[in-house]
Each structure stands twice: as C-alpha cells, then as structure tokens.
C-alpha cells in the first residue's frame, strides 16, 4: 500500500510539473466499460486465494488541468466452491469515487493514476457475526481503489484502455481483521466526448 501511495504520488507531482510547463492536453469526458479480475483473498486466516470476475463502467468528468472527477460502479461474483475451504459463492458491488490523473503526452498512448474511495457490498456469501450475533450472507463496508492504467487512441471518439491495475482494499466482516487486500486488473473501451 504504502509502495503504491508513493507512485501515484510521484505521478500526480509530475502531472503538474508537465502542466505548469504548458504541454495540456485537450481534457475529456470519458465514459468507459472495462472487464475486470478480482484476485480475492479468503479465507480467514491466510491466502487461499481465488478470483472473481466481473465488470466495470465509470464516468470521468474534467475538474481542472489533468485531473477529472471519476464515479465507478463494478461487481465481481464467483460460483459456490470457489473460495477454498467454503461451499459458498460471492458477489461484490462497489460504488466508488475519486480523482483520475491522465499524464499528458502527445502520442497515442496516455497513462493515467487514479484514487477512488466508497463503499463496497457483499452478498450471496457468508459473513461471520462477534459472538452474540447471527451471520448474515450480506455485508458493506468502505472500499478503495488506488491504481492506474494506460489508454490507446484508435479514433478521435473511441480509445483501448489496454490495462487497468488497481489495488482494492475493504473491510468487509470476517472476524480476523476485518480486511481484504485485493488486486484488480482488466481492459476495455474508453468512450470520449469533448471538455473543458
């Protein structure tokens, strides 16, 4: 996390250094769907790992410069026996929400960092309760997404999103913590309309 903290860091100061210098690109209103992975961790007590499919659809609105206003809405799910050691499936939904970089360039190529930051809400599962309490086969906790990827231009309007790659982290309730640090990763289409 903390590795990740400090790229996106390092490219939001170099995003302004490149804006201060004049080189701004034209900003954009992008509407983009992506097909995701979710390389999820469970259960309790170590990494039996597994993943999730699922998709993601988000609206990038420009606020100043480089930087857009981003809302994000995606959804993982997995079968029944998926998760080691459980006979249950899983489905997520995550609302999100955040500030997107693009790195200006000239090329047909254009990285971009982003941090995103809600809620996410599991179902179809089975969530623990502290002793007193009956488990449920819901849950919402907060959620985060810190992460970035690279767009490919193929028309003025329509772009690739080659690679998305993000770190997920919620709190989602498990009794051991409470924490699931995740890794996210896909590819879409990026659909583009004129800005500011």
């Known amino acids: 996390m903390k590795k990740l903290t400090q790229i996106f860091i390092y490219a939001l100061l170099s995003s302004l250094s490149l804006a201060a210098s004049g080189q701004k690109p034209k900003n954009t209103i992008d509407a983009t769907i992506v097909f995701t992975e979710l390389h999820a961790n469970a259960p309790v007590g170590g990494c039996g790992c597994f993943w999730m499919g699922g998709g993601t659809a988000d609206l990038a609105i420009p606020v100043w410069h480089n930087f857009s206003a981003v809302l994000e809405v995606n959804g993982q799910t997995t079968g029944n026996a998926t998760i080691p050691g459980f006979n249950v499936g899983l489905s997520l939904m995550n609302g999100l929400g955040g500030l ?97």
């Open 100 to 196: 997107r970089m693009r790195v200006p360039t000239h090329t047909l190529f254009q990285p971009y960092g982003q941090a995103l930051f809600g809620g996410v809400h599991g179902f179809d599962s089975y969530f623990p309760a502290p002793v007193g309490k009956l488990p449920t086969s819901y849950d919402t906790s907060f959620a985060m997404a810190i992460g970035g990827g690279v767009d490919i231009a193929i028309s003025k309007h329509i772009w690739i999103r080659a690679v998305q790659a993000d770190y997920h982290y919620s709190e989602l309730r498990n009794i051991q913590g409470d924490r699931q640090n995740q890794f996210r990763i896909g590819a879409g289409v990026v659909f583009r309309m004129a800005g500011k």
